[in-house]
């Protein structure tokens, strides 16, 4: 069982890593299969309504996601910390604590999503039927927020224990659910009435409840992290407080990308909407080269945080140079693909040859940043693990408002498309190599006496 809590402060480390990402290649697929699964069947209704009333909801839930994943991260961490140097008790707590925190804040957003959803969605621009249909969605799916949150926790602090088998299981099996009754509430099948759009959100809420309820028994039974007993107010409020020092950066580092990524789709309306077109299509197809890296990263966090609360840092900057090195050559890989073949990979998915030349030209250029883009995030992970949650918003803050947003605006003012390419592989390589050079400086001064009064 003591092996089992810090199961990443021993054995070989490439090894281990390898073994855990690959048993996490399920669990990525089903974070994406979600969104996929409902926009498909949703699609299948008539008319435009669901569909359009669908992206409303989209920007809403990402940034409630965001704030889920920021206090996960700070569970997550302070978790394997202390896993890492064999605290138990401090573990458990934590996790307790974690857990009512997630509780209690689902519970507010949900209060505070359903009372103000309708003039919110109008400040979005939905009206009429669409607007009608949005509310529907979102009161329900506001109404499942802690079954979200929670499986969104249990989920990351299994991989946090090592679990990643169950991890990745209990996602997947989540993502048949929602898959199987999708059509079953959204179309209705002989005693089940027809829902609509709202058979999508009661569809996700049960399939999440199954997946919560696998991960916070396996904590309780397995794990021994999650106790139902009464915990001093001031070690709970200590506890949330620490917490809530990696989920403040964490919630702001995470709200960079989607704040950029609209940035940078306003940028690109204005070179027209075939390039809008092209430029979304070629960023779907970008996420099959990321699975496989997006894997691995799901462990660093608590490998990191393991391997610093047991002050094993030699496995640290081991870590560092295996997973970085990882991340360049299997994405430099995709590069040479997607350079090789852009052609007849985009014309399986459009047959307007406009867009697919676009599409073809995108992909040659910011395939080669890929890597970069990967052992960014990457450093954020180190960062974040080693109990400096704020050095990793800052750097998500440098890569978007600080080079791909600037860089992109100069491409703009070219009036060049090719350039809004090359401004994004410039952002994705130099920020990648600032990322490396400072996370490697960090890694390799871990253990001295200024980092052991850290």
Partial sequence: MEKKKAYYTSGPIRRGMCRTA?????????????????????????????????????PVVMLIGCVFRGVTVGIMTTCAQALGAQKQQRAARLVSSGVLLMLLLSILLAILGMAFSKPLFRLFGATGETL??????????????ATSSLCMAGNDLLIACGDSRLASFSMMLGLGVNVLLDPLFIFGWRIIPA???AGAAAATIISQCIGMTICMCVLHFRHKLLVFEK?????????????????????LGMLMMPLGMSILTRITAEFGDVAIAAVAAAGRLEMASFVVPMSLGMT??????????????????????????????????????????ADPIVALFKDDAEICRIMAQCLRITSWGFA???????????????????????????????MLIPFSLIALWMDSLTGLFI????????????????????????????????
């Fill in 231 to 251: 915990i001093p107010g001031d070690i709970l409020f200590k506890a949330w407080r620490l917490m809530l020092t990696y989920a403040g950066p964490s919630v």
């Fill in 372 to 402: 970069g883009v990967e052992i960014h995030r990457f450093a954020g992970f180190f960062y974040t693990g080693c109990g400096k949650p704020a050095a990793s918003a800052w750097l998500n803050a440098m890569r978007i408002m600080g």
């Fill in 22 to 58: 690959l048993a996490m290649i399920p669990a990525t697929l089903a974070l994406c299969g979600y969104n996929l699964a409902d926009t498909y069947f949703v699609g299948k209704l008539p008319g435009v309504y669901p569909l359009a009333a669908m992206g409303f909801t989209l």
């Fill in 423 to 454: 401004a994004r592989l410039a952002a994705d390589v130099l920020s990648a190599v600032i990322g490396y050079s400072l996370v490697r400086r960090m890694t390799n001064r871990l253990g001295m006496p200024e980092q052991k009064s850290a």
């Fill in 300 to 341: 660093l966090m608590p490998f990191v945080g393991q391997n610093y609360g047991a002050k094993q840092y030699d496995r640290i900057c081991e870590g560092r140079r295996f997973s970085m090195r990882f991340a360049l050559v299997f994405l430099t890989g995709s590069a040479v693909i997607y350079t090789l073949f």
């Fill in 132 to 145: 009608r249909l949005v509310e529907i969605y979102m009161n329900i799916w506001f109404f499942g927020c």
């Fill in 195 to 197: 829902m609509g759009i």
